[in-house]
Nanobody, 115 residues
């Protein structure tokens, strides 16, 4: 099992950048697929980006070309670099670890993009 703690959220102006981090504790981090999800007020939680244990990545269409997911297995950490932020990116961002039927979620970090 892994426990996840997100950090790096905050308030940024349109066009700005943020880097989110998700630190994992527990064993076997490198074997997990790691994802970033977000949930805006009144909306369902949606997948933003995913990175597999092998390093393959997948992105929501709305963030392609702007966001980059990466992982550092030596530090048990996954990152989400977010550039060219717009107001539609405002949400609580959650880190997720997945392996087989097992899933673990972090507590979330708020990202607010102001105009």
């Amino acid at each position: 099992q892994v426990q996840l703690v997100e950090s790096g959220g905050g308030l940024v102006h349109v066009g700005g950048s943020l880097r989110l981090s998700c630190a994992a504790s527990g064993s076997g981090f490198s074997f997990y697929a790691m994802g970033w999800y977000r949930q805006a007020p009144g909306k369902q939680r949606e997948l933003v980006a995913l990175i597999t244990s092998g390093g393959h990545t997948n992105y929501a269409d709305s963030v392609k070309g702007r966001f980059t997911i990466s992982r550092d297995n030596a530090k048990n950490t996954v990152y989400l670099q977010m550039n060219s932020l717009n107001v539609e990116d405002t949400a609580v961002y959650y880190c997720n670890a997945e392996r087989g039927s097992y899933r673990s979620w972090g507590q979330g970090t708020q990202v607010t993009v102001s105009s």
